[in-house]
């Protein structure tokens, strides 16, 4: 089942980016002589709209072959478009797929609700013997206050660290209760494991669509620095990069089927702002390299051949990658 899920999820995404090529060359009257989801091997095609549409052996990437882009095709096509007419075909692969996560998280604030920190502390895990646990706390409470001060941050939980008694008040099964601890000399942990309670808050599907592409693009800075040292990370060989690849999302997408729907939802949106960035970034084959070469092209002459070895090269640049990836996803399934 993670291997179906992981082929759904991925055929999706990849359908949509490569449908906003598709979309962007049509209406500006140049032709796409294939539309392929998948690559190598076609499995199944059909003929429709003087487009051959294709399934591919090789789950991990599709193409759309827009008349133009060839070297024996200069002056046609693609080529022929005027500069902001190419920027557009360039782009609106990822357009299409952030655009589809931001109607998947629109979906999840409308159907589960928007997800908000309300400050508690929701306790995960009490280690035996520790000062916690002969305070009586249980995995499953909520703790709402200490000494009195409701908790506006679980960080807060630090301030029994301070030598004398003290009193937690948890949420348990739907009660408040009061636990009483004394911190004393000497004391070092608290012995709880815990994380932020989440509230959900219900929105309308418009608002939903205003507050994700609030957020995705808020956080866009952050989630460009997280890819580029995940991607340095596993050039260097560093196994805790970050960076998941085919591996990790069939694990994952396994794990999500179990959770459910929603968890599916955010897994395919979360898939699709990383395709969307990832092809953004100035590597020759991607979309970004492609958007760099062609603003290349208005201050330097660079030749059909030249343009289609610097790509050739990105390619395998970027099979090394999903290979280097691929071990590292391995290695961290198997333990080693």
Same mark, same amino acid.
């Given at each position: ?35 392929? !989801? ?124 301070v030598t004398g008694p003290h009193t937690l008040t948890v949420l348990r099964e739907g009660r ?15 012995? !709880? ?34 890819? !580029?040292?995940?991607?340095?990370? !596993? ?48 590597i020759p084959a991607l979309d970004g390299g492609r958007i760099l070469l062609l603003f290349l092209t208005r201050f330097l002459r660079i ?34």
């Open positions: 089942m993670s291997l179906f899920w992981f082929l759904i999820i991925i055929g999706v995404s990849v359908f949509v980016h490569e449908l906003g090529h598709y979309l962007a060359a049509r209406v500006q009257g140049v032709r796409v002589k294939a539309f392929s !989801v998948g690559f190598g091997p076609v499995l199944w095609r059909k003929r429709a709209w003087d487009t051959e549409w294709r399934l591919s052996a090789i789950p991990l990437g599709g193409y759309a072959d827009i008349e133009g882009l060839l070297p024996e095709e200069r002056g046609r096509g693609y080529d022929a478009l005027p500069f902001l007419g190419k920027l557009f075909v360039l782009v609106a692969g990822v357009l299409m797929n952030v655009l589809l996560a931001w109607v998947l998280l629109a979906y999840l604030f409308s159907a589960q609700g928007v997800p908000e920190a309300t400050g508690r502390a929701v306790i995960l895990e009490v280690l035996p013997g520790s000062v916690a646990e002969e305070a009586g706390l249980k995995p499953g409470d909520v703790l709402v206050a200490v000494d009195g001060k409701p908790l506006r941050r679980p960080q807060e939980i630090e301030a029994v660290k408040e209760v009061a636990l009483s601890l004394t911190w004393g000399e000497g004391m070092e942990k608290l012995g !709880v494991v815990y994380q932020p309670e989440v509230a959900y808050r219900q929105v309308g599907f418009l608002q939903g669509l205003a507050l994700a592409a609030g957020r995705t693009l808020a956080f866009g800075p952050e989630m460009v620095r997280a890819l !580029v040292g995940g991607l340095i990370g !596993v050039l260097s060989g560093n196994a805790n990069s970050g960076v998941v690849g085919p591996v990790g999302i069939v694990a994952e997408a396994g794990r999500a089927a179990q959770e459910g729907l929603f968890r599916l939802v955010e897994l395919t949106a979360a898939i699709n702002l990383s395709l969307a960035l990832f092809n953004l970034l100035p030749r059909p051949e030249q343009e289609a070895l610097v790509h050739y090269l990105g390619f395998l640049f970027l099979m090394l990658l999903v290979l280097l990836v691929t071990l590292q996803d391995l290695r961290r399934l198997l333990g080693g």
